[in-house]
């Protein structure tokens, strides 16, 4: 777990750098989600970065794609593509766009037009249980996200086809572009609609290791149901001045505050070396 703690933490770093120096950037969702991705890619997924198409591997799909930084600090971390390209994030002519695309190694397919990973998703399972294959699904969903009607009809046939390698994982921080989450559109009580839908529903700490490690590894729970683990996050986890403040949803910090903000993961890094 401390392992995968530090990791976090550098990919953090890596986040922060990509954003500043591209000058765009969804920074807040990227920061809420990481540790989700971290738990994923490093230790539950069945991927081959030398075989991006492997067929055996399993599916992950970030429907919340403008937080697409995240994704590609991890992509190029394990080896789908060189780190350096991270350098050419948003420039002219790089496949590292603001949103994921099939350009990109490891990206299942294109996302940023919110409301539309589920149904895909729900697709790849479908298309696996015909072919009998043993891959599982994982779509990330950001929570204002869950106002999007095609969502619910995607939940809808997932439950119909019980497709329970479909595993779809919210990132309930609470916040979007324009507020909380509950003033925009309440989506309270949250639980109880996906159930209503027919899934398994799940929820845990999303910055909390092992709880997200246990969960990932258990799923499914129930045979013949969709299940959804709705991960309780910080929106700009990590950085003190970022938490809980939704102006940091599409930000670029200023220099001084990038200064900052690497020195706040730094010194956490540095309490990881100090107590090994």
Known sequence: MKQLERKALQLRIEVLKMIYEAGSGHIGGSLSSLDILVILFYEVMRFDPHRPFW??????ILSKGHSVEAYYAVLADLGFFPREELRNYCRFGSRLTGHPTTKVPGVEVNTGSLGHGLAVGAGMAMAGKMDQKGYKVYVLMGDGELGEGSVWEAAQIAAHYKL?????????NRLQISGCTED????EDLMNKWSAFGWEVLNVDGHNFEELLKIFKAVPLTKNKPHVIIAHTTKGKGISFMENDRSWHHRVPSKEELEKALGELSTKLREFEENE
């Open 55 to 60: 067929e055996e591997r399993d599916r992950f």
């Open 164 to 172: 329970d390698n479909l595993i779809g994982i919210v990132d309930r």
């Open 184 to 187: 925009i559109l309440r989506l």
